[in-house]
């Protein structure tokens, strides 16, 4: 069996400064969705799992909704099943409208939910508040089935999930979930909810991660989805890379009055991939974030932000240094794991 693992594709997430920069970004995240579905006609898949974040609110538009689901119908009349859980940014929650166009072999699950799919057993849930208590209900399950071959799909913190241009780490906090945590006769869990495409807990766990850039926090991530290949007794896993809009970050610091000066004049700022200046140092005035907008107009920098953006913040330097250069070409593999049963 073949299964194609993606999420947090936050379909309706919005960013820039024109309608056209907007439209730009929201189509992006579509177009890198429907690239995976081309994906996963011409690998031949027989599957996709969706971990979540599947829009960018919990009440996103018709047409954002409508445009989704008509990109699944037609997977489901090639044949290829699909099952999304929704995530945090769904509250929990996914569309009623989304629900009541009605398609075989397409799950959208918004309650704890039992999937038999050939010999495996999917167990998807919604993001929880409460992971343990889920996955005590998923151990139970899976000691009175002890031979099923049980796939999780979820959207959840696993501890040791790692983001951000610090490799931050998320670990002993009451809200992550450890390996003992996990039922120990499962295959594997497809999770939703960290951004970058990561492997954890012995091969246990594998987040695919965003279609696409929303935060600056993942300027250095390549995005992608998984492929996993199920066999009788194993399974392999490799991580592919998509297309994705370019980031870049120039830090500008800002002494005494500098900021009018030749400081910006010698920055570049590039107008086609989403730039951040971030202007660090102290605290500016109510007149240099005037100064500011003047000087970078939306129309010619549709897709540049600046923080701070309130003049009585100031920042901390959040980026390794040379940021702006670090746009690498990452691609890199996931070694397959034998899972002997
Ligand atoms: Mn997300």
Redesign the pocket.
Known sequence: MRILAT??S?FGYIYGRTAQAKNLITQHFFDSFENLLKIARREKVDLILHG??FF?KSKPKKKFIAKAFNLIARLSDDGINFVAIP???DRSYLPDTLLSYFRKNVHFLNTYSIIEMDDITIIGFPYSNDPVSVMNKISRFAKNNPSKKIIILC?QLFDGASFGPHNHIFTNRPDTLLTYHLPSTIKFVVS????RSQTLQNNKVFYPG?IGR?SFMEIVEPKGYLIFELEEHFYSTNFYEIPSIPMEVKDVEVHKAALFSSELENCEINPDVRFLLRLIGRKLTENEIKYLWAKYPATEYPLMSFSPKKPNMMLRNLYTKNQSSLYPNISYNYNGSKNNP
């Open positions: 999420a947090d936050h979540g974040d960018n995530g945090n940014h959207h939703g909810h960290i951004h965003s929303t």
